[in-house]
């Protein structure tokens, strides 16, 4: 008796109306590379990171080590610090006897050496320098330990759902895993930051330059100098984890972040990042809806000091699309709430705009209000039903 596949036991029964087609958000709006773009990793993905559209994925939720790729929590942690007010980058941050002892990749700080915020991220960004992580883990939080406890933290909230960290620098450590998805998350939030690709994107620097000992700093992430466009972010490597490289690269508007972790050389890791960097530049492209400041439409608000609010683009709305989509193809559509009674909170959610390809959903933004908006006093109120009886 010949054996039946299931896909064509599902295709059969699909067809003959015994079970629903799959929904449009289960298709996946964006068609997804069929081809193999980093065979030789045992982890990888390829995203938009603008819109966190996944354009490429292989086995992107198992839980590897990532090695130095760490980092990349460790640098958003003090670009948050820095964003608010509690870190400048002209700080002295001091090296303790135990950021000192940190082996592997370092910038070989001495105990008590002192350097500023902003050399500690060259040395983190560009030379890897588990000793700069640590001092800066210590800086900010007081311990790496505390710090450790707001890297975990900041995963939750990041959704980060396959990753838990045990130190700040990626050095081998039990309970210490993160998956391509994830680190790509991470990725994604900390170019927020723009002002990271100054460090994340240099090929070569200096440390201790006025010293009778500088310290050259080359960038451990080569695509950064053979890969147009390529400005960050961070490499990683341990014999347990292989060679990991979570990459971004920007043309034409359109920003990628890709991610391969086990690969088993340096070479082979930069070969396919720059294939899916390739791939995603080649093949797909970023459509505007709206530039910043464009009207989106008009909220009506009950019983507020004003009773209309117009709804503007705060930052400029584009989707990811296949190239060579027809126009027909692309509709969008904004759908304000309904209903809506004042005091309304600055920022609180009002609506949505979503982006549909061939009436599947490509994406979906949450529109916020831009002010906030009081509740009217009586007065005015009667103020404003009389003046509409007698318009």
């Given at each position: 008796m010949k054996k039946i596949s299931l896909s064509l036991l599902l295709a059969f029964c699909i067809s003959a109306g015994l079970l629903p087609p799959a929904s449009a958000e289960e298709k996946g709006a964006v068609q997804q590379a069929d081809v193999s773009l980093a065979p030789q990793s045992g982890s990888a993905i390829l995203m938009d990171a603008y819109t966190g559209t996944i354009v490429y994925e292989k086995n992107s939720h198992d839980k590897l080590p990532p090695a130095s790729i760490t980092k990349i929590m460790t640098m958003l942690l003090t670009m948050e610090a820095l964003e608010n007010g509690k870190l400048k980058l002209t700080d002295q941050v001091r090296a303790s006897e135990y950021a000192a002892s940190m082996g592997g990749s370092q910038i070989f700080l001495e105990p008590g050496e002192e350097m500023s915020v902003e050399e500690m991220l060259k040395g983190i960004a560009m030379a890897s320098g588990n000793d700069a992580s640590v001092a800066m883990a210590e800086k900010i939080a007081g311990s790496e330990q505390a710090f450790v406890r707001l890297m975990n933290d900041k995963a939750k909230e990041l959704g980060m759902k396959d990753?838990?960290?045990?130190?700040?620098?990626?050095?081998?450590?039990?309970?210490?895993?993160?998956?391509?998805?994830?680190?790509?998350?991470?990725?994604?939030?900390?170019?927020?930051?723009?002002?990271?690709?100054?460090?994340?994107?240099?090929?070569?620097?200096?440390?201790?330059?006025?010293?009778?000992k500088p310290f050259w700093l080359v960038n451990t992430n080569k695509l950064v100098r053979f890969y147009t466009g390529a400005d960050g972010l961070k490499t990683g490597y341990t014999s347990e984890a292989k060679f990991c490289l979570s990459a971004t690269?920007?043309?034409?508007?359109?920003?990628?972040?890709?991610?391969?972790?086990?690969?088993?050389?340096?070479?082979?890791?930069?070969?396919?990042?720059?294939?899916?960097?390739?791939?995603?530049?080649?093949?797909?492209?970023?459509?505007?809806?709206?530039?910043?400041?464009?009207?989106?439409?008009?909220?009506?608000?009950?019983?507020?000091?004003?009773?209309?609010?117009?709804?503007?683009?705060?930052?400029?709305?584009?989707?990811?699309?296949?190239?060579?989509?027809?126009?027909?193809?692309?509709?969008?559509?904004?759908?304000?709430?309904?209903?809506?009674?004042?005091?309304?909170?600055?920022?609180?959610?009002?609506?949505?705009?979503?982006?549909?390809?061939?009436?599947?959903?490509?994406?979906?933004?949450?529109?916020?209000?831009?002010?906030?908006?009081?509740?009217?006093?009586?007065?005015?109120?009667?103020k404003r039903t009389t003046s509409k009886l007698f318009s």
């Open positions: 990753t838990h960290f045990a130190n700040c620098n990626g050095l081998p450590a039990k309970d210490h895993y993160s998956s391509a998805h994830d680190i790509a998350l991470m990725s994604r939030e900390l170019l927020q930051y723009p002002q990271i690709t100054k460090y994340t994107g240099s090929y070569q620097d200096y440390l201790r330059k006025s010293s009778e690269a920007v043309r034409d508007g359109m920003r990628v972040v890709a991610v391969v972790l086990g690969e088993p050389n340096t070479k082979t890791r930069n070969s396919e990042i720059a294939s899916m960097f390739d791939y995603a530049f080649s093949q797909y492209a970023m459509k505007s809806l709206y530039n910043q400041g464009d009207v989106i439409g008009k909220l009506n608000i009950e019983k507020g000091v004003v009773p209309e609010l117009t709804i503007k683009a705060e930052q400029p709305y584009s989707v990811l699309v296949k190239k060579g989509a027809r126009q027909e193809e692309m509709r969008h559509e904004v759908k304000l709430n309904s209903g809506i009674k004042a005091p309304l909170k600055k920022g609180e959610v009002v609506g949505k705009l979503i982006v549909y390809q061939n009436n599947v959903k490509l994406k979906e933004f949450e529109l916020q209000s831009p002010v906030a908006v009081d509740k009217a006093g009586w007065w005015r109120l009667f």
